[in-house]
């Protein structure tokens, strides 16, 4: 079955850029229907959902964070990637990668921690 | 943006009570909503979709219902494996939107 699975580095330096990837196994990312979601959860905090990308390319972003983010897909390589620039404490949290098909958020990725900090 | 209330955001209860969950969206959503499940370090799972639909593999105890702007999550008998966080998601309009959350807690 479709697997998830987020990775990238666990601590960023306040005013970069965080970077992760998500590599889908188990099925194709550019299957049609499927949209391709960043979620995140601060420490202790509910869930917030930062974006998607469909496989053609076309995205949509939170517009709260739509002037820091940028989501793109690699379909050769079967993944898709988020970068926020321009961090600060406030990014710190647990990122998830999550498969929308239709009714929501069916597949999630094991979620990966970053800290922003100096 | 579409808001979503859920309460409550805390709740104690006993093995093998029933335990109901509402989530209020401020506009009409048809039945775009999910529940999820979330255990202390992992992934949330979904429990519910369109509303009532039961995700395969959850237990019958878990039911979801309504339309429009109000639902509810109802577990039947809590069992053990129950005690978790919950959340509703809205996916008719992005952004998506999740309520905040109701932690269930032992008694």
């Known amino acids: 079955q479709v697997q998830l699975q987020e990775s990238g580095p666990g601590l960023v330096k306040p005013s970069q850029t965080l970077s992760l990837t998500c590599t889908v196994s188990?099925?194709?990312?550019?299957?049609?229907?499927?949209?391709w979601n960043w979620i995140r959860q601060r420490p202790g905090k509910g869930l917030e959902w930062i974006g998607y990308?469909?496989?053609?390319?076309?995205?949509y972003y939170n517009a709260s964070l739509k002037s820091r983010v940028t989501i793109s897909v690699d379909t050769s390589k079967n993944q898709f990637s988020l970068k926020l620039r321009s961090v600060t404490a406030a990014d710190t949290a647990v990122y998830y990668c999550?498969?929308?098909?239709?009714?929501?958020?069916?597949?999630w990725g094991q979620g990966t921690m970053v800290t922003v900090s100096s | 943006d579409i808001q979503m209330t859920q309460s409550p955001s805390s709740l104690s209860a006993s093995v093998g009570d029933r335990v109901t969950i509402t989530c209020r969206a401020s506009?009409?959503?048809?039945?775009?909503l999910g529940w999820y499940q979330q255990k202390p370090g992992k992934a949330p799972k979904r429990l519910i979709y369109?509303?009532?639909s039961l995700e395969s593999g959850v237990p019958s105890r878990f039911s979801g219902s309504g339309s429009g702007t109000d639902f509810t999550l109802t577990i039947s008998s809590l069992q053990p494996e129950d005690f978790a966080t919950y959340y509703c998601?809205?996916?008719?309009?992005?952004?998506?939107?999740f309520g905040q959350g109701t932690k269930l807690e032992i008694k």
């Open positions: 999550a498969r929308d098909y239709f009714h929501g958020f069916d597949i």
């Open positions: 506009q009409g959503i048809r039945n775009d």
């Open positions: 998601l809205q996916h008719n309009n992005p952004p998506c939107t």
């Open positions: 990308i469909y496989y053609s390319g076309s995205t």
């Open positions: 369109a509303a009532s």
């Open positions: 188990g099925g194709s990312i550019s299957s049609d229907g499927y949209y």
